[in-house]
């Protein structure tokens, strides 16, 4: 586990994003894979998905959009 405030995982993040990306913990399997576990908190399940926006904006969303 990786904890870091500076680190955020998005691979594949669009320029066109202005939001803020959640805190993350990093998860690192085998010394060299790096998954990213986003933490989801907020007043109410809405409110937790929103956070969640910044995933419209990678390249493997595209699929979900067409």
């Given at each position: 586990m990786v904890e870091s405030e500076g680190v955020k995982y998005a691979p594949?993040?669009?320029l066109n994003?202005?939001?803020?990306?959640?805190?993350?913990?990093g998860l690192v399997?085998?010394?060299?894979?790096l998954?990213?576990?986003?933490?989801?908190?907020?007043?109410?399940?809405?409110?937790a998905l929103g956070k969640m926006?910044?995933?419209?904006?990678?390249s493997s969303a595209l699929g979900f959009h067409l």
């Open positions: 594949g993040l669009s994003f202005s939001g803020e990306i959640p805190e993350q913990l399997t085998d010394g060299d894979g998954s990213a576990i986003t933490r989801l908190e907020g007043e109410g399940d809405l409110e926006e910044f995933s419209d904006y990678i």
